[in-house]
């Protein structure tokens, strides 16, 4: 069972930055990839970035240029450094992870983001 515990989030201004992380514990006995999604409210939840299993890293284009994602295996912590936030990145930021060849992933509990203009 893999539990996943983000943290991080917190108000800001437009133009801030903020760095969140996703710490895993458990057990885990697969290859895996890690993801960071958001929800808003009144929208659906939608992917933001991800570290693929041997290390590709992909954005959503809204973020692209202004979030950086990384992993240190070592700390089994993943983060997303924000910068340049803006108020649309305001929502609820969700750390997922993923077995490979396995159907249902693991989230956490989310950890809220709001940015002021």
């Known amino acids: 069972q893999v539990h996943l515990v983000e943290s991080g989030g917190g108000s800001v201004q437009a133009g801030g930055s903020l760095r969140l992380s996703c710490a895993v514990s458990?057990?885990?006995?697969?290859?895996?990839?890690m993801s960071w999604h958001r929800q808003a409210p009144g929208k659906e939840r939608e992917f933001v970035s991800v570290?693929?299993?041997?290390?590709?890293?992909n954005y959503a284009d809204s973020v692209k240029g202004r979030f950086i994602i990384s992993q240190d295996n070592a700390k089994r912590t993943m983060y997303l450094q924000m910068n340049s936030l803006k108020p649309e990145d305001t929502a609820m930021y969700y750390c997922?992870?993923?077995?490979?060849?396995?159907?249902?992933?693991?989230w956490g509990q989310g950890t809220q983001v709001t940015v002021s203009s």
């Open positions: 458990g057990y885990i006995g697969c290859a895996y990839d």
């Open positions: 997922k992870f993923s077995c490979l060849g396995v159907s249902l992933p693991y």
């Open positions: 570290i693929y299993n041997g290390g590709y890293i």
